[in-house]
């Protein structure tokens, strides 16, 4: 059959899954992703890595499409949004590795953007907040540190264009491009326009010739040219959307009230905002969702983000010893009734929204001798929920109507979790059937391009939940979560 290849670049991995014209996932490859920490508050990638492990998950799944006589007709790619790249595009050569999402280097900057008085117009501009989570801060430190020294043909970037580049020949032709829910993240992009913003360009000193031309989300990025990728030659790349966003479309919320929780590395709740540029709300940012070029509007969002999630049990696992498999949280949580008093705030990179503290740490409160790695198992899962909880709350205090909660992501295979949710945010959970839906999500605008869904409307009818999960009775996670409030203070 006619097939399309979805490419998830995420923060602790790569995945490939090959899709069939109605989006059922036939088979994938994945390979780890090192994150490396070189000192405090640093989180990189190493895109030499990053690069080989891109090739390996491709070659494999269209090894198996071709052993199975599929047609791979189109490839889509999504990935983590924020991390930044820089490199010598004419000579492939690099002198830093990446600057990932969650990394916090550049948190004095912001901190000196904020007495400034400038983080207003970076608002109202950029729908973002002046944090070092965003882009052109990565981008300012990688250029004052002369990751670009020398080099012929400078490119700033973030991974979106970095892989476009590296699939369509790298530095034999490849093209430098992005597209605007990746672009929207930089803090460089207007959200009227859709542009790079020469004055937002000027505030961080960020040439605007090194960055990628901006094209819609689905449209035609390139052919498929790499040496490394004989297999794939000349399958074009016709859908580029970040990863968050990638989930909000694979969820199907294409329209105003549908929102998706995502439970990844972070945990990030988006809500569909219509065509039109969303009003500011405090704790929220405002991004764009994606532009569908001739498929539909460009279209916005409300974002929440929880920088740790996945992340959180991947450290009881790695770190602690507490588990030694993630799934294993689950069957140990399971086993207590409540977490004993014990409440995580997992603010290993800082806390997101609604707090937006870059400054904050991770805590965990209400330790007694009873405690056991039960009680912290289910603590966690409970901070997972409430991260979540804190952005719901916010959405309903800013008048953003949720009307249900649609889920995805490693985490959401939990039934505790996603009840835990239910109940604390006190709204219907809708598990979606396929938990890799930002990979969902960019098989689909590829499959919309290449005419193997013939609308949007038909593509928003083979979205299908594989469970739903109803509030129950609120009043002892309600106090929990309360005493998480107070941590939350205290972190």
């Known amino acids: ?19 069939s014209p109605e989006l059922e996932e036939l088979a994938s490859s994945y390979r780890t992703l090192t994150n490396h920490f070189p000192q405090p508050g640093f989180v990189e990638h190493d895109l030499n890595e990053l690069s080989t492990i891109t090739f390996e998950v ?73 944090d070092s989570y965003f882009s052109a801060t990565k981008m300012s430190w990688l250029l004052a540190h002369d990751a670009l020294a020398g080099a012929e043909q400078p490119g700033l970037g973030t991974i979106d264009t970095f892989i476009v580049w590296l699939l369509t020949g790298g530095n034999e032709g490849g093209r430098w491009l992005s597209e605007p829910s990746n672009a929207s993240r930089t803090l460089l992009v207007d959200l009227v326009s859709a542009d790079w913003c020469p004055d937002l360009a ?20 390139g052919d498929v040219s790499h040496p490394a990728l ?28 549908l929102a998706k929780a995502t439970y990844g590395t972070g945990s ?3 809500a569909h905002a219509g065509d039109s540029v969303p009003h500011l709300h405090h704790g929220l940012i405002s991004t764009i969702a994606w532009d569908l070029g001739a498929y ?78 039960e009680h912290l198992a289910r603590a966690t899962l409970e901070a997972l929920a409430f991260q979540v909880r804190a952005m719901t709350d916010a959405f309903a205090a800013a008048g953003v109507a949720v009307s ?27 598990r979606s059937s396929s938990l890799e839906a930002t990979a969902r999500g960019v098989a689909g605008g590829a499959a919309l391009a290449a005419g193997l869904i ?38």
């Open 1 to 19: 059959m006619d097939v399309v290849i979805a490419l998830d670049a995420g923060t602790t991995g790569v995945r490939a899954i090959v899709f």
């Open 58 to 130: 491709l070659a494999d799944v269209a090894a198996w499409a071709s052993e199975q006589g599929h047609h791979v007709r189109a490839l889509g790619i999504t990935n983590q949004r924020e991390t930044t790249v820089a490199i010598d595009r004419r000579r492939a050569t690099h002198h830093s590795r990446a600057i990932v999402w969650q990394d916090r280097r550049t948190s004095d900057h912001c901190d000196q953007l904020r007495a400034s008085g400038i983080e207003p117009l970076l608002r109202e501009r950029t729908g973002l907040v002046a």
């Open 202 to 221: 000027e505030i961080f000193d960020v040439p605007l010739e090194y960055l990628a031309d901006i094209i819609p989300s689905i449209d035609h990025f």
């Open 230 to 257: 004989s297999s794939l030659h000349g399958v074009p790349i016709m859908c580029v959307i970040g990863d968050q966003q990638a989930a909000l479309f694979g969820q199907a919320a294409l329209r105003p009230g």
């Open 268 to 270: 990030f709740l988006l």
């Open 296 to 373: 539909g509007p460009l279209s916005y969002a409300y974002e929440g983000s929880a920088f740790v999630a996945g992340a959180a049990i991947q450290w009881l696992r790695d770190e602690l010893g507490i588990i030694s498999t993630s799934a294993e949280i689950n069957d140990l949580a399971a086993r207590v009734t409540d977490s004993a008093g014990v409440s995580f705030v997992p603010a290993f990179s800082g806390l997101g929204s609604p707090q937006w503290r870059s400054d904050a740490r991770g805590t965990i409160m209400g330790l007694s001798r009873g405690v056991t790695r």
């Open 404 to 430: 249900e909660l649609r889920t995805d992501g490693g985490a959401a295979a939990s039934d505790l979790l996603m009840s835990l949710q239910a109940t604390a945010s006190k709204l219907l959970v809708r």
């Open 454 to 491: 013939s609308s949007l409307e038909d593509y928003a009818q083979l979205w299908t939940s594989s469970r739903s999960f109803e509030p129950g009775d609120p009043l002892f996670l309600d106090l929990a979560y309360d005493a998480w409030c107070r941590a939350v203070e205290r972190a």
